[in-house]
């Protein structure tokens, strides 16, 4: 059973980076796709973008200028950065594992217990 | 973008009623349609997929229906575990996943 596990700064000024990395426990993360879903407090669910294969992404148009997101085999670890933070980036970050399943649907099948994140100076 | 729709946006029912939730598609997504159950403080975990599938360990009391643009999520016969707030989300449009506004399910 893969587990995920997210860490970072809980608090980061206005402007600045947000960086979070999630580590992937019982499990390889060549394989499948590896994303970032945040959630403003009281709010629905966003999806950021994924990363998969060492170097390939997608990303939510919404943020694509802001968003990068990469992946370290070594670890087993993958890693999210948004720049130039504001308020409104204030929220849940969770990291989740998508994969097409046998059915030939994408689905989220597995997600950390999320990290929460303020932007405030 | 495909636009998801949920309704109602909160709910309050009894132990051992049946529920019904409705998501609707801005455009047919066929059966690419997913439903995720968050109870309060946790991360969502994945119920429903492709509109009608059981994911393994959900309880058979939990339902999907649809295709096209119209999906339900039924609940048979509601227990108190089921307190949680509901979501859709739409896998046809890859990789631009969206999902619901959510829907809010309250015990009486």
């Known amino acids: 059973q893969v587990q995920l596990q997210e860490s970072g700064p809980g608090l980061v000024k206005p402007s600045e980076t947000l960086s979070l990395t999630c580590t992937v426990s019982?499990?390889?993360?060549?394989?499948?796709?590896w994303n970032w879903i945040r959630q403003p407090a009281g709010k629905g669910l966003e999806w950021i973008g994924r990363v998969y294969s060492t170097t390939n992404t997608n990303y939510n148009p919404s943020l694509k200028s802001r968003v990068s997101m990469s992946l370290d085999t070594s670890k087993n670890q993958f890693s999210l950065n948004l720049t130039s933070v504001t308020a409104a980036d204030t929220a849940m970050y969770y990291c989740?594992?998508?994969?097409?399943?046998?059915?030939?649907?994408?689905?989220?099948?597995?997600w950390g217990q999320g990290t929460r994140v303020t932007v405030s100076s | 973008d495909i636009q998801m729709t949920q309704s109602p946006s909160s709910l309050s029912a009894s132990v051992g009623d049946r529920v019904t939730i409705t998501c609707r598609a801005s455009q047919n997504i066929n059966i690419y349609l997913n439903w995720y159950q968050q109870k309060p403080g946790k991360a969502p975990k994945l119920l429903i997929y492709g509109a009608s599938s059981l994911q393994s360990g959900v309880p058979s009391r939990f339902s999907g229906s649809g295709s096209g643009t119209d999906f339900t999520l039924t609940i048979s016969r509601l227990q108190p575990e089921d307190l949680a707030t509901y979501y859709c989300q739409q896998s046809y449009s890859i990789p631009l996943y969206t999902f619901g506004q959510g829907t809010k399910l309250e015990i009486k």
């Open positions: 989740v594992r998508s994969r097409l399943n046998s059915w030939g649907v994408w689905i989220f099948d597995s």
């Open positions: 019982s499990g390889s993360i060549s394989r499948d796709y």
